[in-house]
Every structure is written in C-alpha cells, then in structure tokens.
C-alpha cells in the first residue's frame, strides 16, 4: 500500500499530525461509520501496527474492497 504526502503511525499514537494514519481494508463489508472503531477480523483487515503490505486471498467471484487511510482516504475496488 503506496502512500504519498501523508505518514503511517501506530493505532492509539498520539499526534498533533494530522497527516498521519494507518490502513484498513473492508472486503465485502458495509462501510464503518465515522468515528467508529474497526475491528480485525475476515472482512475488516485493520493495519494498526502501521503496516503496508499484505497478502489477500479473496472468494472467488465478484468482490467489493473498501480501503483506505485512517482519517484521511477512502477508496473503493471492485474484483472479478
């Protein structure tokens, strides 16, 4: 997960940075509010140590793939 004009911290890290944040990535899931804490679980993959790689293995068929930045991005991908 590339990242450009922004910063990676841990989950819980205290900052007045308001550039920095950590990934999530919700696969066939419904959106989390905002403000509201993601799990980790099968669907919602929570990159809370700051991590940015993974390998994902996903059911075959049409999946939907929501990703993004704490605080700062949503994107969404659908895969076929």
Do not use: W
């Amino acid at each position: 997960m590339a990242l450009e004009g922004r910063k990676i911290c841990e989950a819980g890290k205290k900052t007045a940075d308001k550039t920095c944040g950590h990934h999530h990535i919700l696969i066939d899931s419904k959106p989390v509010a905002t403000g509201e804490a993601i799990i980790n679980d099968a669907t919602h993959l929570h990159f809370g140590k700051g991590q940015t790689e993974t390998d994902v293995t996903l059911a075959p068929g049409k999946n939907i793939t929501q990703g993004g930045l704490k605080r700062l991005t949503t994107l969404m991908f659908i895969c076929e």
